[in-house]
């Protein structure tokens, strides 16, 4: 849910002018690819392996230059993680 009390409020990206609740549609689509495939997310400086969710992978996307025009999401970001983008329209 990207509208979660647990992350709803938090800046989506970089751009500081939408939240998580008001644009996460996609991240937290992308969360749930994630967690289906049991993927932890390494976050942090110490990059502690944490569950997927709207937040987590929003920060994750922070730390990895994984937004583009500030909160939007480039498609290639999540290479790394296994879960790789091979064709939308």
């Known amino acids: 849910m990207q ?14 002018n939408r939240t998580i ?4 549609c996609l991240i937290s689509s992308v969360a749930m690819a994630l967690n289906d495939c049991q993927v932890m997310l390494p976050i942090g400086v110490s990059k ?8 987590t992978i ?12 500030g909160y939007g999401f480039k498609w290639n970001s999540t290479n790394s993680l296994g879960l790789v983008w091979e064709r939308f329209s």
């Open 21 to 24: 609740c008001m644009s996460g």
């Open 58 to 69: 929003n920060q994750w996307l922070q730390e990895n230059n994984g937004f583009e025009d």
């Open 3 to 16: 509208c979660d009390p647990k992350w709803a409020d938090k800046m989506l990206g970089y751009a500081g």
């Open 48 to 55: 502690v392996q944490t569950p997927a969710d709207p937040g």
